[in-house]
């Protein structure tokens, strides 16, 4: 069912044109006794007179509607065009135009007085009496000129609502972004003075005990946590930049999962990896999104499933895209785990969905763990 407002937004753009044609029509019915005094010119002179009014009404210069309501009034005693002109007036004029436009009409009417009292008759009787002059002038031009004041009034009422409105929703949303980037530069803040501090320590103390112990297995061990140590430095660095809006670092791609093998392998994890990508631009987000599903899959298992082999798969499918697999044995483990957030996954779901693909992850029938995520490969980017 079509609404009120639906149906003036069909009908607003042919306003103009409807409104020349009431004008005209009016104007034909006052001169011909219809709707005023019979005007005794001929039938073709008022048909054109007719048309020309309403042809002013379309006109875009500012005189050719008053002057057409003028001759109206003084040759057929016509009074639409005299009506519209004044509640134009009322609406675009302000000030001194307005009242320029108020005392010229007030000879047009003196004038219609005159013209009145030579033709005679029910012309005479209608227009030259001085009640009924005082009675058009104030229903045909000061009655339609308030009209227009109180609709330009509301038109500007409303318009300086609409802006206060828009000002304010502008300065709301200035005020959120402002305490949003606050609260993450406090975060950040917080992350730089507890996580960094407690990882530097870290990388600290293992650089030393590299240096003072004899034992070699000691010795690979803490170079292992001091070269960990400092990458998680570099990530978090990469981290603190988002939360400040910095410019964000380069990101790892495809190419540096063979470099997490390496260190899953060095931290004492079984890893085998097969790479059946072929060489070849990948878009870059999904490339390190490919980066990121390898690196949690990792972290999964040496948080849950230390003990058990682990096969990374990497494979490119023609139809479908880069399909990226990580999954682990059984693990015989009954210590506790180490402590996580539980938002890994949810994360990399939301970053492998943003690719246009999809994340799969959940024990398999053996006891295992697979993580499964399917990405388009698309245009180099």
């Known amino acids: 069912m079509t609404t009120w407002p639906g149906v003036v937004r069909r009908v607003e753009p042919y306003l103009p044109v409807l409104l020349a044609g009431a004008v005209a029509a009016a104007t034909w019915a006052s001169a011909t006794g219809g709707l005023g005094v019979r005007s005794p010119l001929p039938t073709a002179v008022i048909l054109l007179l007719a048309l020309a009014t309403g042809a002013s009404v379309l006109s875009s210069r500012r005189w050719a509607l008053p002057a057409a309501a003028a001759v109206c009034w003084l040759v057929l005693a016509a009074w639409a065009a005299v009506v519209v002109a004044s509640w134009r007036a009322g609406t675009g004029l302000r000030g001194r135009q307005l009242a320029a436009y108020l005392l010229g009409t007030f000879p047009v ?5 005159a013209v009145g009292s030579a033709v005679g008759g029910e012309r005479r009787l209608v227009m030259a009496t001085p009640g009924n002059a005082v009675v058009f002038y104030a229903w ?33 949303e ?10 993450r530069a406090r975060i950040a803040r917080e992350m730089h003075d507890v996580v960094a501090h407690r990882v530097s320590l870290m990388v600290v103390h293992a650089g030393a005990l590299e240096v003072t112990t004899a034992d070699q297995t000691t010795v690979e061990t803490a170079a292992l946590i001091r070269s960990t140590g400092r990458a998680a430095l570099t990530d978090l660095r990469e981290v603190l930049g988002v939360l400040r809006q910095e ?51 990792l972290t999964n298992v040496r948080k849950h499933a230390p003990d058990a082999a682990v096969a990374v798969r990497l494979r490119h499918l023609p139809e479908e895209g880069v399909e990226v697999t990580v999954r682990n044995d059984p693990s015989a483990r009954t210590g506790p785990a180490l402590p996580g957030a539980g938002l890994g996954l949810v994360g990399l779901r939301e970053r492998v969905e943003l690719t246009g693909g999809r994340l799969t992850a959940g024990p398999t029938p053996d006891g295992g763990f697979l993580l499964h995520a399917l990405m388009p490969a698309g245009e180099a980017t």
Not at 109 to 113: E, F, P, S, Y
Not at 174 to 183: F, H, I, K, L
Not at 264 to 282: K, Q, Y
């Open 174 to 183: 200035a005020r959120a972004d402002r305490v949003r980037a606050e609260e």
């Open 140 to 172: 045909l031009v000061i009655a339609p000129a308030i009209v227009g004041l109180w609709i330009r009034a509301r038109r500007d009422a409303l318009a300086a609502l609409r802006d206060r409105a828009e000002r304010l929703e502008r300065e709301q």
């Open 109 to 113: 009417m003196l004038a219609g007085v």
């Open 247 to 297: 410019p964000p670092l380069p990101l790892p791609g495809r190419d540096a999962v063979g470099e997490l093998v390496r260190e899953s392998r060095a931290a004492g994890l079984r890893v085998s990896l097969t790479d059946e990508v072929a060489p070849g631009p990948v878009p870059g987000a999904v490339a390190r999104t490919v980066h990121r599903v390898v690196q949690e899959g």
